[in-house]
């Protein structure tokens, strides 16, 4: 029965996505605001966060992105993954590398579709070239407005078998304990392609950043969290959106952004617009 019902859900799928792509014209800002002590009072760090681009060409000669970041005027840009696609060509990450790189410093973590493309150096060299700075299982202390930021960013397993499961290697180990003798009085947070994932490091860091679940493709009254997202399935629990990850009295933040792509079917959306997120850190 459970094999019926879930081939039944994807013929419905199929169909619906034969028959609905959101514009690139419905573009909107997620604004999330997030209060910590680690951050000096009366300061505010905004970051903006773009994933799943997909090296989509993106309308530029209205530059509907670039006129959005820019309004926001923001501290840091973070790529979580899937900038680059495998099937789609490299010219129109780089159009949007072009636009964006004079903005504000710009930190990335490759997704899935990256390594599918089996062009991980040649997409670094071009993100390099633009001045991104790539964070690979490693990371990086920075200062913001008199505030010490630790950024990290986990390289998407997609190549790697998903670490056998255990979402770790020596690499990200190594990470976490440097990180650990920091965070009792710093920001720290985590860049990393796939929300559910980033669950394993979440009484690491202060805030989580994620992407690759395109808000769950499709979004309504009832599916408010989206009908399907790959690596999550059919009702997928982290798709586009803030969760409060509380483990111990230990609070963790994670922002999943829906993505930007559209124009493929599987990348066709409905009541789920392609999004810029923002996020403002206040001090208290």
């Known amino acids: 029965m459970h094999k019926i019902i879930t081939a039944a859900i994807s013929v419905f799928c199929a169909l619906f996505f034969l028959n609905c792509t959101t514009s690139q014209k419905l573009l909107i800002v997620q604004d999330y605001q997030i209060g910590t ?72 973590v490759t997704g899935n579709h990256e390594y599918y493309s089996n062009k991980i150096p040649q997409i670094i060299e071009m993100l390099q070239s633009f001045g991104v700075h790539i964070l690979s299982d490693n990371f990086v202390q920075i200062q913001i407005n008199g505030n010490d930021i630790i950024l990290a960013g986990i390289e998407d397993p ?7 499961k255990s979402y770790t290697t020596e690499n990200i180990k190594t990470m976490l304990a440097g990180i650990s003798t920091l965070t009792d009085s710093k920001y720290a947070i985590l860049l990393i392609h796939r929300p559910e994932i ?78 810029i997120v923002l996020i403002r850190i206040y001090g208290f």
């Open 37 to 108: 002590a680690k951050i000096k009072q009366d300061t505010v760090i905004k970051i903006i966060l773009i994933t799943d681009l997909h090296s989509e060409v993106y309308e530029h000669e209205d530059q509907p992105i670039i006129n959005k970041i820019n309004a926001v005027n923001p501290d840091l840009i973070m790529l979580a993954g899937d900038i680059v696609d495998d099937k789609t060509p490299i010219a129109g990450a780089a159009l949007f590398l072009s636009l964006i790189k004079d903005i504000a410093p710009i930190y990335y």
């Open 158 to 164: 997609a190549i790697k078998k998903y670490y056998n």
């Open 198 to 275: 980033s669950l394993t490091y979440k009484n690491n860091f202060d805030l989580l950043l994620s992407g690759h679940a395109h808000g769950g493709q499709i979004r309504t009254k009832v599916f408010k969290n989206g009908l399907y997202a790959p690596g999550q399935g059919f009702f997928p629990k982290y798709t586009g959106g803030l969760y409060n990850l509380d483990d111990d009295n230990q609070a963790a933040t994670l922002i999943v952004s829906a993505g930007l792509s559209t124009k493929r079917p599987r990348f066709s959306r409905k009541g789920n617009p392609p999004e």
